[in-house]
């Protein structure tokens, strides 16, 4: 799920894009609903069918959402009952995430704070962290190193950005604390053991 | 950051937005609903003058901006904070 409602959505949008051939290449199949195609009918029908739900946009510590509705909220979570969630967004490992749990979703990985980036993601940092941890769970690993190759990812980033080649951009400095910011607020609830 | 270092550092932003070629174009993005007016007319972005102003407004969004810097500060350390914007 990927709703690109607006630019910062859309860089997030667009970290999803080097999971689909990951995912295609595993003889997973993939229902993408990007952009319009995003609406809530169609998350809820996704929310009962997929084994793994991945959404990228905007997030709130209760809800997830879309352009013009919350995709994902506390009134519907429980339909992904059996089902991994994850979400590449802002805030919702604050109260979706247990909400998500109590109705039985066997795992959810969130942020339980505001996620940031450089605006574009334009070194690919910030999208690398979040594919290169997602690979893990699709190429078969748990949760938790899921969880644990994410971390690691942004730990990367930070140097990238801190000391290594991308420490000479103007903007370097945001871009090292953004990375250790997302790394400390990404949060795993349920089943730290589960795979797909 | 106690007083005197977030006045250090709010003066070391203020010279990076003074020096920086775009400051007013979206450099950091969120990925949170209902943004605050001031990021949602660009797009969930913030610009150099926005992180300034919201910092030294101590609105939500700049508490945000102390909470991710001061993590940054814990992971390494002030002056390295300061050297990033210019100092």
């Not at chain 1, 991945?54 to 994902?72: E, N, P, R």
């Not at chain 1, 103007?170 to 250790?180: E, F, Q, R, Y």
């Amino acid at each position: 799920m990927r709703p690109a409602n607006d630019p910062a959505a859309a860089t997030l949008a667009n970290m999803a894009s080097s999971l689909t051939s990951t995912i295609s290449s595993n003889g997973h199949s993939l229902s993408d609903l990007s952009n319009a195609g995003a609406t809530r009918t169609a998350v809820e029908a996704e929310l009962r069918a997929s084994r793994l739900i991945i959404f990228f946009g905007h997030g709130l510590k209760s809800k997830l959402q879309g352009a013009a509705t919350d995709l994902v909220d506390l009134s519907n979570v429980s339909l992904a009952s059996g089902n991994i969630i994850v979400a590449i967004a802002c805030w919702s490992a604050h109260t979706l995430a247990g909400q998500a749990i109590a109705g039985g979703v066997e795992a959810y990985l969130g942020f339980d704070e505001q996620f940031g980036c450089l605006a574009g993601d334009p070194d690919g940092e910030f999208g690398a962290a979040v594919a290169e941890g997602l690979e893990e769970l699709i190429n078969g690993n748990d949760m938790q190193t899921t969880l644990g190759s994410m971390q690691q990812r942004f730990d990367d980033a930070f140097h990238f950005y801190k000391t290594g080649s991308g420490s000479g951009r103007s903007d370097s400095v945001l871009g090292w604390l953004l990375a250790n910011w997302n790394k400390i607020h990404a949060r795993l609830d349920g089943n730290v053991g589960t795979t797909l | 950051m106690n007083q005197r270092e977030r006045a250090i550092l709010l003066a070391a932003i203020r010279g990076w937005v003074d020096r920086h070629p775009s400051p007013d174009t979206p450099i950091v993005e969120i990925a949170r609903g209902q943004l605050l007016p001031s990021v949602e007319q660009s797009g969930g972005g913030l610009s150099p003058r926005q992180i300034y102003n919201e910092l030294q407004e101590n609105s939500e969004l700049g508490q945000w901006l102390t909470r991710v810097i001061d993590a940054g500060i814990a992971r390494a350390n002030l002056d390295d904070v300061l050297k990033g914007f210019g100092q």
